[in-house]
């Protein structure tokens, strides 16, 4: 069997191999990430009104003023360094919400789900939320390629371009009440990413129509 996320919105299409979606933390642009202290010992929201209650008798930037806060107030060595847009969902570092004011522990944090490809000339992260609709999918591993021969190439339209359908085996965790099809098409142009499409059995025969495939034969194909 093989394993599908199915992300879509008004403008965007992503058919993804569920092992590439990752779990991450958000942690956004305003977060300083503090290693060097036992968080297990802390009361976190405590620190939080301490830390405020520092931060506005200095001149510090906030980096050097969370140093010196735990050196100062807690007698702990702490170094500090300002996070990446997402974070570790594993990780019991301890973090400051410079926005928001208030500490917390990594893996404690607001946990999304990510996806991020090479578009052919920069890492790309989509980050799955409410804009998005997200559909599990589980198929059928065998599937039937609509490629055919233009005298260079295997493909479906134009060049570099190809068309899969799988048999849906599961939806959303449930079986389909009829047969359900999943078409895939890939391309091997830099930034264009598999996009997937649900369909019944009536609307795979449209589209073999549409693009000028053999009906009978791969619809006996996708029976076997």
């Not at 599908?4 to 299409?13: E, I, P």
């Not at 100062?72 to 996070?83: A, C, F, N």
């Not at 208030?102 to 799955?128: A, C, P, Q, S």
């Not at 264009?192 to 449209?206: A, F, R």
Request: glycine content about 6%; hydrophobic content about 35%; some cysteine.
């Amino acid at each position: 069997m093989k394993t599908f996320r199915l992300w879509r919105n008004d403008a965007w299409n992503y058919l993804i191999d569920d092992n590439e979606v990752e779990k991450v933390v958000l942690l956004g642009d305003w977060s300083v990430a503090i290693e060097g202290v036992n968080t297990e010992s802390l009361d976190l929201g405590d620190v939080s009104e301490k830390f405020d209650a520092y931060f506005t008798e200095t001149d510090e930037a906030v980096v050097d003023a969370l140093e010196s806060f735990f050196r100062d107030k807690l007698g702990v060595e702490v170094s500090t360094e300002y996070t990446e847009y997402y974070g570790d969902a594993e990780s019991s570092r301890l973090i400051y919400d410079i926005e928001n004011k208030n500490f917390y522990v990594e893996k404690d944090g607001h946990v999304v789900e990510i996806y991020r490809f090479w578009d052919g000339g920069n890492w790309r992260t989509v980050e799955l939320d409410e804009c998005w609709t997200d559909t599990h999918i589980v198929a059928d591993s065998d599937y039937i390629s609509l490629d055919e021969w233009n005298g260079h190439d295997w493909v479906t339209g134009s060049v570099g371009r190809h068309q899969q359908i799988y048999r849906i085996v599961e939806l959303d965790g449930e079986k389909p009440s009829e047969p359900t099809f999943l078409l895939e098409e890939t391309s091997q142009w830099d930034g264009e990413e598999p996009k997937g499409y649900i369909m019944t059995l009536s609307e795979v025969v449209e589209h073999l129509k549409e693009i000028g495939r053999d009906v009978d034969e791969y619809m006996e194909a996708l029976n076997r």
